[in-house]
């Protein structure tokens, strides 16, 4: 099966792709900068061909998709995070979308996947100390939640009038040593003792969903190879965890690892949504993550191994 990832050379992309190739899939991975994706993907040879294109330019996306004729597309072409200029960040994150969209319409893409995010529901707190599943009402109201709700109705839309298969995941707080964008206070309070640097944040109870990126690549992975998955949205789900409690597991691989919060409390309430039903994507693509302590002491390890230090 043909398959065209935007997007392709990014966090989640570079990841996923291998995955695909082991399933004996060809893929495309279009970027507009490979220089991180590049020693993973150019050992795969043959199997998948990388090829430059700005999401945000319609004729570049359409030339893309009428020339690799993909049986599926997958967009992670975003950016992740609520700082962005209002024009650049509707021209990538709004317009980059649609164009995929579009381009799969015109060129007869039997199944489209995008990447939502758990930002669309909001703060945790409007739905109290509950499971918040994919039909509950969304909340969110920063750049990239609004950006990424519009996502999801211009989804719906294009499913209503043109019957057009397009499967929308929403990834939870996706954590790895080389996360840089987005929500990375859960990514430093493992990297940062990791290399024996101290850090510090606001709220030990502040609440986090983070999931490692491996896994989420593997729940992309899953969808885009189902022709026609039972659900238009799945949550991914993650591990729910305060900052406090991660720290704590961080501590026990490095004892000497140097946490600090200016606040035991005050964060929880603030928190975006941390509670969140999978049940959908576990039940259907049969997905188990490892344990989140596992997660840890990888991700621990990996930046231990760059800096030449012992592992733990």
Known sequence: ???????????????????????????????????????????????????????????????LVADVRPKTLINLSYFIGSDMPPHLATKLNVVGMDNCFEAARLFGVQHTVFASSLAVSGQQ?????????????????????????????????????????ITCVRPANVTGPDKVDGSIDHVQCMVMPARGLPVSFPYADAMRCPIHVDDIAEVFARVAM????????????????????????????????????????????ASGNYLIDNSRAVEEFSLQYPPFEQRVRQIINTVRREEGLPEV
Do not use: W
């Not at 065209?4 to 970027?31: E, S, T, W, Y």
């Open 226 to 269: 189902k022709d026609k998955p039972k659900h238009t949205t799945y949550n991914s789900g993650g591990h729910c965890i305060s900052m406090g409690a991660l720290a704590d597991i961080v501590r026990g691989y490095l004892p000497e690892a140097q946490i600090t919060f200016e606040n035991e409390t005050g964060g929880k309430d």
């Open 125 to 165: 707190r409007h739905f109290g100390d509950r499971l918040v599943n994919e039909e509950d009402p969304k909340h969110g109201t920063l750049q990239y939640a609004v950006n990424k709700i519009f996502n999801e109705f211009q989804a719906q839309d294009y499913r209503e009038k043109y019957g057009m298969t």
């Open 1 to 63: 099966m043909s398959i065209l990832v935007i997007g392709g050379a990014g966090f989640i992309g570079r990841r996923m792709i291998p995955m695909l190739v082991n399933q004996g899939h060809q893929v495309v991975c279009a970027d507009i900068n490979f220089s991180l994706a590049a020693p993973i993907l150019e050992p795969l040879g043959d199997k998948v061909r990388m090829v430059r294109c700005d999401v945000t330019q319609f004729d570049d996306v359409t030339r």
